[in-house]
């Protein structure tokens, strides 16, 4: 019996064991389900949820990989996927498959761009430079949009159709975990072990309002101003023949109140008070306040 190569195969089998039992578990994941309230407290949909955990210990490095080119088509009029995650150095190409014109811009803060109209075959490619949010619309049809969110130092994937998310192999510490949703979104701080940390999410939906995509400028239309028709002053005419003077003055007053109130629930419809300047021009809105369709 060679003694010499059993003795060797025990002890290769007594480090590889130990070493395997002794290997501590250094990462933890933290992993949940994002709930979207719409109006009326009622649950929406809570798929393409953007849920990223940021580091706030500095000594957590969350290592970068190489930078990746990623798609998305249009086709349909419409961009797919309507959500994506990448990191700052990722570019991103956008093959035109319909029959007509697209173009495709931003006006998102660190990464405006505009890649011009361009035909059918035709993949223009722009290069992510800065962190957040990217908002990304076609100005030939104003109903396709896409979203991109680009990450720095940090972790974020997109929830599936029922809410969940997971992610891991994260250096415990603490971290902002955020959830964002076009409807809204939430914030808290969590604190990451070597284990795995379950935590539901809920974002606050109700007070979200439909609103049209920004210009390429980034200005927010104004809103369209209501005028009377002929026929309304026509009878405002007729009213004031068959009515003595000051019932015909106070009947021109109360219309004009009561148009007044008009455009005044129109511009809240489409600008907050607090975003109008003094002097009646159009305000300058930040990307964030745009909603899509």
């Avoid at 019996?1 to 039992?21: D, E, K, Q, R, V």
């Avoid at 415990?172 to 076009?182: C, E, I, K, Q, S």
């Amino acid at each position: 019996m060679n003694y010499s190569l059993l003795f060797f195969c025990f002890l290769l089998f007594f480090i590889t064991g130990h070493a395997t039992a002794a290997e501590p578990v250094t990462t933890g994941s933290v992993q949940g389900k994002v709930t979207v309230l719409g109006k009326g407290q009622v649950p929406t949909s809570p798929k393409h949820v953007i849920v990223t955990l940021k580091p706030l210990d500095s000594s957590i490095d969350l290592n970068a990989r190489a930078a990746k080119t990623f798609k998305i088509k249009m086709r349909n009029k419409t961009y797919t996927p309507s959500h994506l995650v990448v990191q700052v150095g990722d570019s991103v190409y956008f093959p035109n498959q319909d029959r007509i014109k697209h173009n495709v811009f931003s006006s998102s803060e660190g990464n405006r761009f505009d890649l011009g109209s361009f035909r059918r075959g035709m993949s223009p490619e722009v290069a992510f430079k800065n962190p957040g949010l990217v908002k990304i619309y076609c100005n030939v049809h104003k109903k396709m949009f896409t979203y991109v969110w680009v990450m720095a130092k940090e972790r974020s994937m997109i929830t599936n159709k029922d809410g969940f998310y997971h992610i891991s192999d994260l250096a415990p510490g603490r971290y902002t975990l955020t959830a964002w949703h076009v409807r809204g979104q939430t914030t808290r701080t969590v604190l990451i072990k070597n284990s795995n940390l379950v935590i539901d999410l809920s974002v606050d939906g109700t007070q979200w309002t439909k609103r049209t995509r920004p210009k390429k400028s980034g200005v927010y239309p104004a809103a369209p101003q209501k005028s009377l028709k002929s026929e309304d002053w026509s009878k405002i005419q007729n009213q004031i023949d068959e009515d003595d003077e000051q019932d015909d003055y106070d009947m021109i007053d109360d219309f004009d109140d009561e148009e007044d109130e008009e455009e005044d629930d129109e511009d809240e419809e489409f600008d907050d008070s607090s975003d109008v300047e003094k002097n009646n021009q159009p305000a300058v809105k930040k990307e964030d306040d745009f909603e899509d369709f």
